[in-house]
């Protein structure tokens, strides 16, 4: 169930959601944790995409002001295998796979073109209040090729649970609804959380 408290054996806690695709074949699940002083953003999709299966997990560190540190993308997309390492500086310059890639300088999130959940990093770090709206440059990890390229968002909150999400300059625009932990509960014609 989505939004529910599990009980870590450490003793912290972590919000765990579970999504359906609503655009073709596919669920994926996520976990938000927190480390000493770090945020832990973990998941596995599990989808159908131009009729070839995909299962990716990833994990996002970010630190306690929600500013992307790495990330690791691992699985298979139909008979390829995945392996993606991510890390940004305290220059906020970005690498994928130990590669520099210049194209994102200076962006603060990550973004996973195949997943809901890296919604919640801008919306967790931005905290806006109710009618506030803020832009994001986010490094976007595009899928199915795998490259970072630079995306232009913004969000704008218009209650504790709805957002107006726009990107590429707003000719890509939803209403989305969120839980108390940001996790994206509803995504028109992309993702519905189940069990809500």
């Known amino acids: 169930m989505s939004g529910v408290l599990a009980a870590h054996a450490d003793g912290l806690t972590a919000k765990t959601i579970l999504w359906s ?3 073709r074949a596919g669920h994926e699940s996520a976990r938000l944790s927190r480390l000493d002083s770090n945020w832990h ?21 970010c630190d306690s002001s929600w ?5 690791k993308v ?11 390492t991510l890390s940004v500086d ?11 890639c210049p194209e994102v300088a200076g962006c603060i999130d990550l973004d996973l073109n195949f997943s809901p959940s890296t919604n919640l990093l ?7 209040e109710d009618g506030q709206q803020a832009q994001v440059h986010a490094a976007w990890l595009r899928f199915p090729d795998f490259t970072l390229a630079p ?5 704008r909150r218009h209650s504790a649970e709805r957002y107006r999400y726009e990107s590429a300059g707003g000719s890509f ?21 189940e069990g809500e």
């Open 90 to 100: 305290a220059s906020r310059r970005w690498s994928l796979n130990g590669v520099e």
């Open 151 to 155: 995306l232009s968002q913004t969000y």
């Open 74 to 84: 691992t699985g298979w997309f139909g008979s390829r295998t995945i392996d993606i």
């Open 21 to 23: 695709r609503q655009d």
């Open 67 to 71: 500013q992307t540190r790495n990330g």
């Open 41 to 61: 953003l973990a998941g596995t999709a599990v989808f159908a995409h131009d009729q070839q299966p995909c299962c990716l997990a990833y994990h996002i560190t």
């Open 122 to 128: 801008p919306i967790r770090r931005l905290a806006l």
């Open 173 to 193: 625009a939803r209403e989305i609804e969120v839980n108390s932990a940001g996790f994206v509960t509803s995504y028109p014609d992309f993702w519905q959380a």
